[in-house]
């Protein structure tokens, strides 16, 4: 099945086919009332699952997604990216605080029952010998009861070399690859795909996707489900996530 999503729910409200920005969700607070609903629940109304965007810059107490898990249908689905400090502090480097940090996004999964965790390594982190060393360490290192997917980010992971490195790293570990499904195809997909879109051409969250952008996504979508025996989750997020 695809699964459609956006990365967070903060700026939703969705009145007239117009969306007003306001509630914002990186304070890590529980569902707030904006009116008759929360904001999570007047997004809930319209998507079936959400990227936990502010667990990327804030550190949830698990009674905080306890909560937004209560605020919302029992189908509901999350996932939930993994805080900064793993991927862009400690560049994934499996030290006692690294897999502190780590540790507090997976109790934080747990306890909104999420599908995933997603890793986003920054650009700098490059495919050297000693970051894929590192990257092994860590997948080793870490609980994944819940399945990890990771967004490599630069050109260097889109050569051969790499391509080959990647491959044979995530398909050990059981990680799936995240990837903009409309600029690249991902390396190794494990049990769940997973795809963030982040306007076009380039990395451009001002870009609004045109009906033919979202027919060769779906396309695109649709061939990866049929080869894969689990769901796809797509998620934007652009300025216009809500009403692409």
């Given at each position: 099945?695809?699964?459609?999503?956006?990365c967070?729910?903060?700026?939703?409200?969705?009145?007239?086919?117009?969306?007003?920005?306001?509630?914002?969700?990186?304070?890590?607070?529980?569902?707030?009332?904006?009116?008759?609903l929360?904001?999570?629940?007047?997004?809930?109304?319209?998507?079936?699952?959400?990227?936990?965007?502010?667990?990327?810059?804030s550190?949830?107490?698990?009674?905080?997604?306890?909560?937004?898990?209560?605020?919302?249908?029992?189908?509901?689905?999350?996932?939930?990216?993994?805080?900064?400090?793993?991927?862009?502090?400690?560049?994934?480097?499996?030290t006692?605080?690294?897999?502190e940090?780590?540790?507090?996004t997976?109790?934080?999964?747990?306890?909104?029952?999420?599908k995933?965790?997603?890793?986003?390594?920054?650009?700098?982190?490059?495919?050297?010998?000693?970051?894929?060393?590192?990257?092994?360490?860590?997948?080793?290192?870490?609980?994944?009861?819940?399945?990890?997917?990771?967004?490599?980010?630069?050109?260097?992971?889109?050569e051969?070399?790499?391509?080959?490195?990647?491959?044979?790293?995530?398909?050990?570990y059981?990680?799936?690859h995240?990837?903009?499904?409309?600029?690249?195809k991902?390396v190794?997909?494990?049990?769940?795909?997973?795809?963030?879109?982040?306007g076009?051409?380039?990395?451009?969250?001002?870009?609004?996707?045109r009906?033919?952008?979202?027919?060769?996504?779906?396309?695109?979508c649709?061939?990866?489900?049929?080869?894969?025996?689990?769901?796809?989750?797509?998620?934007?997020n652009?300025?216009a996530?809500?009403?692409?």
């Open positions: 099945m695809i699964k459609v999503g956006c967070g729910w903060g700026r939703i409200n969705l009145d007239l086919n117009k969306v007003r920005y306001f509630a914002s969700e990186v304070k890590g607070e529980a569902p707030r009332k904006t009116g008759r929360s904001t999570l629940q007047t997004y809930a109304k319209y998507f079936d699952v959400v990227e936990v965007n502010s667990s990327f810059y550190y949830h107490k698990p009674s905080t997604y306890e909560g937004w898990r209560r605020a919302v249908p029992s189908d509901f689905e999350f996932t939930v990216k993994c805080h900064k400090d793993v991927t862009h502090r400690f560049l994934l480097k499996p006692a605080e690294c897999l940090s780590f540790n507090s997976l109790d934080g999964a747990l306890a909104c029952k999420a995933a965790i997603l890793l986003q390594t920054p650009a700098s982190f490059r495919p050297s010998e000693e970051n894929f060393s590192r990257a092994e360490e860590f997948f080793r290192s870490i609980d994944r009861s819940i399945p990890i997917v990771w967004e490599t980010r630069g050109d260097q992971w889109l051969d070399k790499a391509i080959r490195r990647l491959r044979e790293l995530l398909e050990r059981e990680i799936t995240v990837t903009d499904v409309l600029k690249c991902p190794y997909i494990s049990g769940l795909a997973y795809f963030r879109l982040h076009l051409p380039g990395y451009n969250l001002k870009y609004s996707y009906n033919e952008d979202l027919e060769r996504l779906l396309k695109e649709r061939e990866v489900e049929r080869e894969l025996d689990g769901d796809v989750y797509l998620f934007f652009n300025y996530m809500y009403i692409d």
